[in-house]
């Protein structure tokens, strides 16, 4: 039977998790590689499986528990290799890639905690970052732990547009305020 797709054995394999580790920023374990790497129908995830061990192995990644990331020597063989992979491949490990490290890096600004109160609430801290330090942070109450959970979840979805709407909204009234006085 006839293999359709790009990838075609476990060379294209290691040379495709190669060429997506390169390029991702942080730590990944064995199904992030495989989602970030399934841009091909041949591709399946016991072949991911099959060729990590062989190339921590041969020195190409190194394993801390679950979590690979590639070696020095993995980055020179990607850089070598990069151009056997089929360009359609190519183009969309990368750009799965790129959502992937935008996500990881967004998740890493965001930190939330819930603190249980004596009286049975819970406070809520939020804290939006960036690479400089802390840009916002907001404590709000919540009645019960469920309300707490979605409070934290939301501000994990939209952090980034609540910021700005705190900033035009507090910037607005400075403004105006600006403009009575004169």
């Not at 992979?85 to 905690?113: C, H, M, S, W």
Request: proline share 3%; with cysteine.
């Amino acid at each position: 039977m006839e293999r359709h797709g790009f990838i075609h054995d476990m060379l294209d394999v290691k040379v495709l998790i190669l060429y997506v580790l390169s390029r991702v920023l942080y730590p990944v374990d064995a199904q992030k590689i495989y989602e970030l790497c399934l841009q091909d129908e041949c591709l399946s995830y016991f072949d991911v499986l099959q060729a990590l061990p062989q190339m921590v192995s041969s020195g190409h990644l190194e394993q801390t528990g679950e979590q690979y990331v590639i070696t020095e020597k993995g980055r020179e063989t990607a850089a070598i290799t990069e151009d056997s992979i089929a360009y359609p491949v190519l183009q969309r490990a990368g750009k799965a890639v790129e959502r992937f490290n935008r996500e990881v890096r967004r998740d890493n600004f965001i930190r939330t905690e819930m603190i249980s109160q004596p009286n049975g609430d819970y406070l809520v801290a939020m804290h939006l970052d960036d690479e400089l330090g802390t840009l916002m942070t907001l404590e709000l109450t919540a009645p019960t732990s469920s309300q707490a959970r979605k409070l934290t979840q939301a501000f994990h979805e939209r952090s980034d547009e609540l910021y700005r709407l705190v900033l035009d909204l507090l910037t607005e009234t400075s403004a105006e305020n600006e403009k009575t006085k004169q």
